[in-house]
Nanobody
């Protein structure tokens, strides 16, 4: 069993910053890719940023230059530093982590519970 716990969401004014964290715990053999998705009201869930085990990152065009994803492999934690926030960044943010299952010999994804980020204009 693996548990993912998110923290760091909240209410912030436009132009402000927030940092999200997602910590994984439990029976973890190894961690592959990590990332963040978000879902705004009435919209489909979208990928925000990913980081692989080597540290390479990818970002949605809408957040490039404003958001930074990072990871702490020793703590099985992924972060999302969000700067210059805009009202359109308002959404529930979910972390997603790929875990290696040595028994089934495949990667499976775990999801965080979601944290609300609200940016006021």
């Amino acid at each position: 069993q693996v548990q993912l716990v998110e923290s760091g969401g909240g209410l912030v004014q436009a132009g402000g910053s927030l940092k999200l964290s997602c910590a994984a715990s439990g029976s973890i053999a190894s961690v592959n890719n990590m990332g963040w998705n978000r879902q705004a009201p009435g919209k489909q869930r979208e990928l925000v940023a990913t980081i692989n085990s080597g540290g390479s990152t990818n970002y949605a065009d809408s957040v490039k230059g404003r958001f930074t994803i990072s990871r702490d492999n020793a703590e099985n934690t992924v972060y999302l530093q969000m700067n210059s926030l805009k009202p359109e960044d308002t959404a529930v943010y979910y972390c997603i982590i790929g875990f290696w299952d040595p028994v089934l010999r495949r990667v499976y994804n775990g999801w965080g519970q979601g944290t609300q980020v609200t940016v006021s204009s």
